[in-house]
């Protein structure tokens, strides 16, 4: 298993520009979701889902969208981005939508947007 | 104020110290308590897991829960230079969505 894949690892933006941040996970997670890690602010929660097609809005959820459309993908959508959107993002999955299981994460994209 | 405060050091010790990490907590719904380890460019990982107050242990280290005084700490002993990361805790009510600290960096030197 490849575990919970994100693409691409960096990626640099001029404001305004969109892209959209992949994510795939092979181990039939109910439960997918995306961080943004910030120095200082820790990681925090931009949107999630519990479900294909299902999705809800997490703590910091301006600027992005997603969608659920299979069990195994779950893109992140930067609609006009602006320098406030530098961050590191990850993907994160588990296998239910029980908050106490184990959170599975992605590797990381690392984005500039200048 | 965040609900999950932590800090974030850093925090650096030598080889074999005992280490203690600690986090404190508003929300008094808050039962699922948790640690990640997190790598330098790399995705956290789950180190422990804590369900209500009371210790659990795992090999060198050992989890804790105060539910009374809204605390929690992870003590790491015999430390080693592979310990060097940055550690995250995390915690829930019975909800979707876990709130994650800050990070707590923390070096052992040889």
């Known amino acids: 298993n490849a575990g919970v894949t994100q693409t691409p690892k960096f990626q640099v933006l001029k404001t305004g520009q969109s892209m959209t941040l992949q994510c795939a996970q092979d181990m039939n997670h109910e439960y997918m979701s995306w961080y943004r890690q910030d120095p200082g602010m820790g990681l925090r929660l931009i949107h999630y889902s519990v479900g294909a097609g299902i999705t809800d809005q997490g703590e910091v959820p301006n600027g992005y969208n997603v969608s659920r459309s299979t069990t195994e993908d779950f893109p992140l959508r930067l609609l006009s981005a602006a320098p406030s959107q530098t961050s590191v993002y990850f993907c994160?999955?588990?296998?239910?939508?029980?908050?106490?299981?184990?959170?599975?994460f992605g590797s990381g994209t690392q984005l500039s947007v200048l | 104020q965040k609900e999950v405060e932590q800090d974030p050091g850093p925090l650096s010790v030598p080889e074999g110290a005992i280490v203690s990490l600690n986090c404190t907590y508003s929300?008094?719904?808050?039962?699922?308590f948790m640690w990640y380890r997190q790598y330098s460019r790399k995705g956290p990982e789950l180190l422990m897991y804590?369900?209500?107050?009371g210790n659990k242990e795992d090999g060198r280290f050992t989890a804790q829960v105060d539910k009374s005084s809204k605390y929690i700490s992870l003590f790491i002993r015999d430390s080693q230079p592979s310990d060097s990361a940055t550690y995250l805790c995390?915690?829930?009510?019975?909800?979707?969505?876990?709130?994650f600290g800050k990070g707590t960096s923390l070096l052992v030197t040889p």
């Open positions: 995390a915690m829930s009510d019975p909800g979707y969505a876990l709130n």
């Open positions: 929300n008094s719904a808050f039962q699922y």
């Open positions: 804590t369900y209500s107050s």
């Open positions: 994160a999955s588990r296998q239910g939508i029980f908050v106490g299981e184990k959170l599975f």
